[in-house]
Antibody, heavy 120, light 113 residues
Framework: QLPLQESGPGLVKPSETLSLTCAVSDGSMNISLYYWTWIRQPPGKGLEWIGTIYYSGNTFYNPSVKSRVTISVDTSKSQFSLQLTSVTAADMAVYYC????????????WGQGTLVTVSS | DIVMTQSPDSLAVSLGERATINCKSS????????????LAWYQQKPGQPPKLLIY???TRESGVPDRFSGSGSGTDFTLTISSLQAEDVAVYYCQQYYTTPPFFGQGTRVEIK
């Protein structure tokens, strides 16, 4: 079982808000070394970084989605979340949560991913 | 932004032969004060998340077979699979983590010839 697991609706209507949660099951969420990230992959395409959060709540977003995205963390529940507003068909993708040791570091642990379809 | 470009987009290699994937960054990802290249390689098999293979351009992640090696510095990097195995069929991505956003390459699909 992977220590990171995404959950949330698999179907979102256009113009509505996509909301996903990543549960961290190995106790690492309370370790200040780690940063927590969302990455997405449209079907058959490459990987796009969405944004990163530190346990303190500091966030860093991709300019391509910055006006629509919010990443939050709840260390008491060992989870972090993604909200993406005003979704369109271009937001349809497999969404991954990931962990890395330090901000400028590779993503060394990933969730299994969850497919979000945008359709009315 | 530092954009990553991989070549080729796909390649077919016979079992036991060498596979070589190239990755070029639009700017250097070498941090001179530490002499480290902020470059990683990932392997993604169908239906699975990416798996970290190599970081700092040439350091293998724990558990990664030694047939995988990374080389290069500055703007030009290479992932080599020294003897291709059937389980290595996958898409491989390079990624720079020098700046934000941390761009990935477009991916290289490796198949068996």
């Amino acid at each position: 079982q992977l220590p990171l697991q995404e959950s949330g609706p698999g179907l979102v209507k256009p113009s509505e808000t996509l909301s996903l949660t990543c549960a961290v099951s190995d106790g690492s969420m309370n370790i200040s070394l780690y940063y927590w990230t969302w990455i997405r992959q449209p079907p058959g395409k490459g990987l796009e970084w969405i944004g990163t959060i530190y346990y303190s709540g500091n966030t860093f977003y991709n300019p391509s989605v910055k006006s629509r995205v919010t990443i939050s963390v709840d260390t008491s529940k060992s989870q972090f979340s993604l909200q993406l507003t005003s979704v369109t068909a271009a937001d349809m993708a497999v969404y991954y949560c990931a962990r890395h040791r330090g901000f400028h570091s590779p993503f060394n642990s990933w969730g299994q991913g969850t497919l979000v379809t945008v359709s009315s | 932004d530092i954009v990553m470009t991989q070549s080729p987009d796909s390649l077919a290699v016979s079992l036991g032969e060498r596979a070589t994937i190239n990755c070029k960054s639009s700017q250097s990802v070498l941090y001179t004060s530490t002499n480290r290249n902020y470059l990683a390689w990932y392997q993604q098999k169908p239906g699975q998340p990416p798996k970290l293979l190599i970081y700092w351009a040439s350091t293998r992640e724990s558990g990664v077979p030694d047939r995988f090696s990374g080389s290069g510095s500055g703007t030009d990097f290479t992932l080599t699979i020294s003897s291709l195995q059937a389980e290595d069929v996958a898409v491989y991505y390079c990624q720079q983590y020098y700046t934000t956003p941390p761009f990935f390459g477009q991916g290289t699909r490796v198949e068996i010839k």
